[in-house]
């Protein structure tokens, strides 16, 4: 049998296109394709190793629906049928409508899938319920959305990356590439003819490849984008022309900006006056793109930080034209063609209640009068989510029913009632998409899922079914809503032909976002100072501030993206735990001394969320003052049941009700 073309769905920015062979056993090797131009016949590690693994172990995964048969928690489920599943779903769902309204069902979702019809259609269902949301981007990317949004009119409309040989220089903002994007990291960035600049409080393998790193403390990115404007003004790097004819409030920054010499930036950030100067000199040498990554924004002040840092494109002219660009999620030119929004059902609301923050998620669930069910689908929020133990407790509640889909037995899905089971990418045909890279791509089903496991579109049509509702859009079968998006993005040929070739680009044209200047602010213009921001009760304009360093005996505690998880995936594949060892604290060797603690010391980490004992990794690459403990682990594989987001304290970035997880401040004792 020949290679079958899939793509991976998962929350990363590479997306990358996969041949499948089967082999012996029913089991099958994943593989990248060699003909996609991200993967280029190779998967990253973590795919690699996981895909390979645990996704196809059937003991690892969720085969039946279950039932709780023990306290919450205990792991303890009995194997059920769907129809007494589902029927006990649907009973307790309309007794909650019934007492309480549909608002009292919440829902959260999130990045277990990315493709197209498993993330967005069961929305249809909770949308024409009136369910309430839990918003997904508050734990990931909500102020950097909203800042730019403000600014710009989008925060999804990203440069074209093949315009990479169009640049003289090449800005990473507060992303972790050789992690986050590993095929951009390695193909991509290599391509630019010219300088590479990272910024990033830890040296990472990026950081280490480029041209220059700027180490900033966390938290001083705003005051470090208002230095490097007072050097490109000071050398005639501004764009006069574009300034006044395309954005509003120059006016309102000027000021700080003269004030921010190179000797300030360097007091307020750490960095040296002269990198400051030359990382300057080359984002001025001519077009530059810039890529804000999401790490940048997850701070009290992040919504600022992305304002503060758009206006290096804004002042300099750098949009529109090739070379010169953005990008912080870019997914609306992907898209453009696509009605996402009745894929995901959002003509079908009848009403809609506020969505909950993950910031107030522990604590609005606590409540015994609000939420009555719990219905928690593609997400694993016991893992991913702040105040951990608090959020435990919530779960804990006996009059709160909890449902949970997933592939895996999760820390979430032991807190269910019910449990449904979710088939994995292998099992059904879907579409792909990258928020980078400008190709869509076919998911296609290379057997039959797992046990009795089904397709989210398929568990949630069963559901609506079992609910007694009549709405058509609730059933529609997944071959129907394919054709439909084909029909829409109307690339010329149909979703089968998409299949052979496994995927497609958007555009063959390079496409040139904002060439003609039309920004879809209040203005027209890029706002450099907004009306809206002032009615948010924030400055109208960016201001130059710099987070004051941790005070005496705390640290900064930075929980960015692992090499080897993606998210809160693949913690329970073996071989990726063998290789990331255990749960560890990078720490500076000053720090390290400071404590008195060595290589593999036992340092306890706590602050008003938590606490969590962690082994000490003694780290160059990570700065005094500063610690750093990747993402992606579950609690139920750790050895005191606790993650790095049992210290997240569940506080808003300035914007967006968003996730300040990069803010939280620690501290720390021999354990
Ligand atoms: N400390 C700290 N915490 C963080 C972050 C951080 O930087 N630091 N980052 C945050 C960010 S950026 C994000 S996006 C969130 C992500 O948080 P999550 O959404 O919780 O993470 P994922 O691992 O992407 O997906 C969750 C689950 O979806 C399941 N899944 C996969 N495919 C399917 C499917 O087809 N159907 C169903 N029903 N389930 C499926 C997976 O098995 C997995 O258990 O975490 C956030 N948490
Ligand atoms: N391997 C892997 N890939 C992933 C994921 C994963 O978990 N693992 N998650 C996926 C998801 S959901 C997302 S949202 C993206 C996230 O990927 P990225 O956009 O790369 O974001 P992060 O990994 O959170 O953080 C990136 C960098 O920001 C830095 N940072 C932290 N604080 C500051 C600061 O104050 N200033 C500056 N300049 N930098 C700072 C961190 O040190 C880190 O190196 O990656 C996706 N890809
Ligand atoms: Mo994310």
Same mark, same amino acid.
């Given at each position: ?13 590479? =997306?990358? =296109? ?6 012996? /056993? ?29 996704? +196809? ?51 959260? $979702? ?26 997904? &981007? ?35 903002? /507060? ?89 300030? =930036? ?17 984002? =001025? ?17 992040? /919504? ?53 923050? $993950? ?8 409540? !015994? ?19 951990? $133990? ?14 949970? !889909? ?17 088939? !994995?990418?292998?099992?059904?045909? &879907? ?8 190709? %869509? ?15 989210? #579109? ?11 509702? *009549? ?20 690339? /010329?040929? &149909? ?40 009615? %948010?009760?924030?400055?109208? @304009? ?9 005070? $005496? ?24 735990? @063998? ?10 060797? !000053? ?9 593999? #010391? ?20 990570? +700065?005094?003052?500063?610690?750093? *403990? ?28 968003? #996730? ?12």
């Amino acid at each position: 049998m020949t290679p079958i073309k899939t793509n991976c769905p998962r929350d990363c920015y590479d =997306g990358c =296109g996969m041949l499948v062979e089967p082999r012996d /056993g029913g089991r099958f090797r994943v593989l990248g394709d060699p003909d996609h131009p991200v993967s280029r016949g190779k998967l990253c590690s973590k795919c690699a190793l996981a895909y390979n693994g645990v996704w +196809q172990e059937p003991s690892a995964r969720l085969l039946h629906p279950l039932k709780r048969s023990g306290p919450r928690g205990s792991g303890a489920f009995t194997q059920i049928s769907w129809d007494e599943a589902l029927n006990t779903v649907a009973d307790r769902m309309t007794t909650a409508c019934n007492t309480h309204g549909a608002q009292s069902i919440l829902h959260t $979702h999130y990045s277990g899938t990315l493709a197209l019809l498993a993330y967005l259609f069961p929305n249809r269902l909770f949308r024409h319920l009136g369910c309430t949301e839990v918003d997904p &981007d508050t734990i990931c990317n909500a102020a950097g959305h909203t800042a730019w949004t403000l600014m710009f009119g989008s925060s999804v409309v990203g440069f074209d990356p093949r315009t990479i040989k169009d640049t003289a220089c090449v800005l990473v903002w /507060g992303a972790n590439p050789s992690h986050s994007a590993p095929h951009a990291h390695e193909h991509w960035l290599g391509e630019a003819p010219g300088p590479v600049i990272v910024v990033d409080p830890i040296k990472t393998e990026t950081a280490r490849r480029a041209t220059l790193h700027l180490q900033p403390r966390p938290g001083s990115d705003a005051a470090l984008a208002f230095s490097l404007l007072h050097c490109l003004q000071r050398d005639g790097k501004f764009d006069r022309a574009f300034i006044a004819d395309h954005t509003v409030g120059f006016e309102q920054v000027a000021s700080a900006i003269a004030s921010a010499d190179p000797a300030w =930036g360097e007091r307020q950030t750490g960095i040296p006056a002269g990198d400051i100067e030359r990382a300057a000199a080359w984002y =001025g040498s001519g077009p530059a793109l810039l890529w804000c990554g999401q790490g940048l924004q997850r701070q009290k002040t992040g /919504g600022n930080i992305m304002r503060a840092v758009g206006l290096l494109p804004a002042l300099t002219g750098n949009l529109g034209k090739p070379g010169a660009g953005i990008s912080y999620l870019n997914v609306a030119p992907i898209v453009a063609g696509l009605d996402l929004d009745w894929l995901g059902g959002g003509d079908l609301a009848r009403s809609s209640p506020p969505a909950v923050s $993950h910031m107030h998620l522990a604590e609005r669930l606590e409540a !015994s009068d609000e939420f009555q069910v719990f219905f928690i689908w593609n997400t694993n929020p016991l893992a991913s989510a702040p105040a951990q $133990h608090r959020l435990r407790r919530a779960l804990a509640r006996e009059d709160l029913f909890v449902v949970a !889909s997933d592939v895996f037995m999760t820390d979430s899905v032991r807190h269910a009632d019910i449990v449904l089971p979710a088939a !994995s990418f292998l099992e059904f045909d &879907d579409l792909t998409f990258s928020y980078f890279h400008l190709h %869509m791509g076919s998911q296609t089903k290379i057997r039959e899922p797992l046990g009795e496991s089904l397709p989210n #579109t398929e568990i949630f049509r069963r559901l609506a079914g079992a609910l007694q509702l *009549s709405e058509p859009a609730l059933f529609a079968a997944d071959s129907e809503l394919l054709d439909a998006l084909m029909r829409q993005w109307n690339p /010329g040929f &149909d979703y089968a032909e998409l299949q052979r070739r496994g995927f497609a680009s958007v555009s063959e044209d390079i496409f040139i976002p904002w060439s003609a200047h039309c920004f879809d602010t209040p203005s027209g213009r890029i706002e450099i100072a907004s009306q809206q921001a002032q009615e %948010m009760g924030l400055p109208p @304009a960016p201001q130059p501030w710099a987070d004051a360093p941790p005070p $005496h005996g705390h640290y900064r505690l930075l929980t960015p993206a692992s090499r080897w998880r993606l998210n809160d995936s693949y913690a329970n594949d073996d071989n990726i735990a @063998a290789r990331s060892g255990p749960a560890s604290v990078h720490l500076s060797p !000053s720090d390290a001394e400071h404590l008195e603690c060595q290589e593999g #010391t036992r340092l306890r980490l706590h602050n008003a969320s938590g606490e969590l004992v962690l082994v000490a990794t003694i780290d160059t690459d990570v +700065q005094p003052g500063t610690l750093v *403990s990747y993402k992606g682990r579950w609690p139920l594989l750790e050895p005191d049941a606790a993650t790095v987001n049992h210290l997240h304290i569940p506080q808003c970035a300035d914007m967006g009700n968003s #996730t300040s997880v990069h803010s939280t401040l620690v501290e720390v004792s021999l354990a």
